[in-house]
């Protein structure tokens, strides 16, 4: 495996269901994001990870949560969802937070909530 | 809050050269970056400007104007798999990214 990888592609959930995102990244990264990305409006950061510690919540729901057990992987735990959470998420990852970093893309889950 | 626009779709000819501008208002500025995210897939790297004038990178050309809040992204010798949303992003902080909403560049034969 190379780059950032995704599991599941795709997920359909109920409302009430709990399910889990994961992300792993094969660069030797040390930080990583989780990003939402909704039809015709602007990726939204959701959560930073660096050196496995947050350093970004950006006001979002308790319903997700966040885990980054070690540098190259990352989870992002859902729970009683609502429609409107319907969307691709996103997980990156980057060399550092230092400003000229690029940060390099997952291919995204598609999640859609019933 | 952060306001970063461009337009939400252009159409040009396989062959020609398309212009996707990019204006920012954003609370700091630590660079720009270009990406571009075919359907369904990952959003890739093309290009990073944090000093004013043009980098090019072979058929795709970013330009970077601090003083004005703009950039823009040149894509010459268009072929059918530029099709393609390619989204702006002004790293306004030390690491945060802040996203455009994307143009969706549809290239025809």
């Known amino acids: 495996e190379t780059g950032v990888t995704q599991t599941p592609r795709h997920l359909v959930m109920g409302m009430t269901n709990k399910k889990s995102l994961k992300c792993e990244q094969h660069?030797?990264?040390?930080?990583m994001y989780w990003y939402k990305q909704s039809a015709k409006k602007p990726l939204e950061l959701m959560f930073v990870y660096s050196l496995e510690e947050r350093v970004e919540n950006n006001s979002v729901p308790s319903r997700f949560s966040p885990e980054c057990p070690n540098s190259s992987h990352l989870f992002l735990h859902l729970h009683t969802l609502q429609p409107e959470d319907s969307a691709l998420y996103l997980c990156a990852s980057s060399q550092g937070l230092a400003e000229y970093n690029e940060q390099f893309f997952g291919p995204g889950t598609r999640l859609t909530v019933l | 809050g952060q306001n970063i626009d461009q337009p939400t779709e252009m159409t040009a000819t396989e062959g020609a050269i398309v212009q996707i501008n990019c204006t920012y208002q954003t609370s700091g500025f630590n660079g720009l970056f270009w990406y571009q995210q075919h359907a369904g897939e990952a959003p890739t790297f093309l290009s990073y400007?944090?000093?004013?004038g043009l980098e090019e990178k072979g058929r795709f050309s970013s330009f970077l104007s601090r003083s004005k809040g703009y950039s823009y992204l040149l894509l010459k010798e268009l072929q059918m798999k530029d099709s393609a949303s390619y989204l702006c992003?002004?790293?306004?902080?030390?690491?945060?990214?802040?996203f455009g909403a994307g143009t969706t560049v549809t290239v025809r034969a």
């Open positions: 400007n944090v000093l004013d």
């Open positions: 660069l030797g990264h040390n930080a």
């Open positions: 992003a002004v790293r306004d902080g030390d690491y945060k990214l802040s």
